[in-house]
């Protein structure tokens, strides 16, 4: 958890400067948490313990920035950014940032200045497609399956709540920024009778944001220092980078986990141990499970052996499961939550371990995904950690969910019965979606990692590389896109262990579009390996 230190006095004068920035700060607010780059105030409890605070008024004084800092810095959210002429993009960090080159990157053109896939590459790419998309009507159009979006569901949804009508009540403040009670109780039932079954989910331990984003960076906000590492299996969702980074300043670090291999703890100290040499804490660690890209669920053993080594280590687990409730494999199990697999293995853990759990298990989940409602923006929280709860009350009012949307939701989800059918329904979609791009793939002898869960297929086209280079994939993708009209997400951007990988989101789009994506894809392919050949 973040604290005024005297370690932020080292900072330059003029980020001093903005850190005093506050012309009151009153603990019984809900705005009483307050942060200017790296100096924060979370809830009255960091500035008892700095400001001996007791509730009453703290008075600052209200200095200026230099003029000369104010004509050449653009000041947002706490973060200063030298801006473009359109204010489109960052062209560079605030002095002394620790955040990489790629996340200021123009939308001129697909890669850093390092060659790397860029998140502004990714979505200039998206938005050329999006001119011309594939549609029944016109099948020339480019087909998108780089969106981490299930639309296959959504009308059923849309019948549901569309003739609901809010209360006057929605339109006031609600009763509290980190969730309406009632969206909280409905949040706990679902989640209780469908991925964490078997244990009772109190309303109380929930958190609701404006989407999971939302809630990732807020909680890395809270328990990491700036440059604080956080092991992040890999390959992994690309929008990771941005969500650690950008506010937050953590470093992510990637590291492939083989469950084939074993010794999952091994391997996490082997991930650490990097770091430590490169004079970074792991803070925590971030396991998307089902995961984003590989549309696999990691085994139950796995995630007990992640929960050990945190908890003999004193490292939060961030369990991501927003695609808890996707499961579409015709012999795959119900997922369970990694809250439910803990407290089901916790009489065989030391006394000592069992005590952190509260503390350090943190699990995501939300609308977006699973209920194809990405639009809501409705992300949650679970975790028993009183601070973090304590610190949500005020930072959640950055990141509210409006009464309207809590409200709506609420009604959708205190439906069982509608629940279950939407549920089952949207398995059986996304279960027919896969079988169609996988039985493509398999005629057209494109080689890809089996799926179970999600909406992700992952692809290998190394083969198809005149050389094992990103240089190499980045002109294949370019080539898909251009040639093809079929856009993928490009392994790079994940993280990938080797050039040659490529995500399929294959949810966003008709289901008929799957096997004219790879028809398309098989022509450029043999196109290329002649040209190698040659």
């Known amino acids: ?273 990097a770091e430590a040499e490169q004079g970074r804490a792991v803070r925590a660690i971030l396991l998307t499970n089902p995961n984003n890209p590989c549309g696999i669920i990691y085994k139950p053993e796995t995630v007990m052996e992640i929960v050990k080594w945190c908890l003999r280590n004193n490292v939060h687990i961030v369990s991501d499961e927003v695609y808890a409730n996707s499961v579409f494999g015709r012999d795959t199990p119900d997922f369970v939550s990694a809250v439910v697999l803990v407290r089901t293995e916790a009489s065989s853990l030391p006394p000592e371990h069992v005590e952190r759990i509260p503390e350090l298990l943190h699990v995501v989940f939300g609308m977006s995904k699973d209920f194809c409602a990405s639009g809501l923006r409705i992300g949650v929280l679970h975790t028993r950690n009183a601070a973090i709860l304590q610190a949500m009350d005020n930072l959640s009012y950055f990141h509210c969910c409006s009464a309207h949307t809590q409200w709506i939701v609420t009604q959708a989800l205190a439906d069982d019965a509608f629940i279950d059918s939407f549920i089952a329904r949207n398995r059986q979609l996304l279960r027919n979606s896969y079988e169609l791009l996988s039985g493509a793939m398999d005629k057209a002898g494109i080689p890809y990692l089996p799926a179970c869960a999600a909406m992700f297929l992952w692809i290998d086209l190394g083969a198809w590389l005149s050389e094992p280079t990103w240089e190499e994939e980045n002109l294949l993708w370019e080539a898909m896109m251009n040639e093809a009209k079929v856009l993928f997400t490009p392994g790079q951007a994940c993280k990938a262990e080797r050039p040659g990988f490529f995500r399929v989101c294959w949810a966003w789009v008709p289901p008929e579009a799957l096997p004219i994506a790879v028809s398309r894809l098989k022509q450029l392919l043999d196109a290329r390996k002649k040209a190698i050949s040659n």
């Not at 105030?41 to 960091?46: D, I, P, R, T």
């Not at 998108?144 to 339109?171: D, F, T, W």
């Open 1 to 273: 958890m973040r604290e005024f230190t005297d370690q932020h006095k080292t900072k330059p004068d003029f980020i001093q400067q903005c850190s005093t920035n506050l012309r009151k700060l009153n603990c019984s607010s809900c705005l009483c948490c307050c942060k200017l780059k790296n100096v924060s105030l979370v809830k009255g409890k960091a500035v008892k313990q700095s400001r001996n605070c007791t509730g009453d008024t703290f008075e600052a004084p209200l200095p200026q920035l230099p003029a000369e800092i104010c004509q050449s810095l653009s000041v947002a959210r706490g973060r200063a950014s030298q801006c473009c002429p359109m204010e489109q993009v960052w062209l560079g960090p605030w002095p002394g940032s620790t955040a990489p080159p790629a996340f200021y990157s123009t939308l001129s053109n697909f890669t850093d200045e390092d060659n790397q896939i860029s998140l502004d590459g990714l979505s200039a790419a998206f938005q050329n497609a999006r001119q011309r998309p594939w549609t029944p009507e016109d099948q020339e159009g480019s087909i998108i399956c780089s969106v981490a979006e299930n639309k296959l569901n959504a009308s059923m949804l849309h019948e549901r709540i569309s003739g609901l009508q809010p209360p006057l009540s929605c339109l006031s403040y609600p009763a509290s920024y980190r969730g309406t009670p009632e969206c909280r109780n409905a949040m706990a039932r679902m989640a209780q009778r469908t991925f964490m079954k078997g244990i009772e989910v109190d309303p109380t331990n929930l958190v609701i944001q404006a989407g999971a984003g939302a809630i990732l960076d807020t909680l890395f906000w809270l328990i990491c220092e700036p440059n604080d590492a956080v092991l992040i299996p890999g390959p992994i969702y690309p929008a990771f980078m941005n969500d650690l980074q950008v506010r937050d300043e953590a470093h992510p670090s990637i590291f492939q986990l083989d469950e084939q291999q074993g010794d999952v703890g091994g391997q996490l100290e082997a991930a650490s141990a």
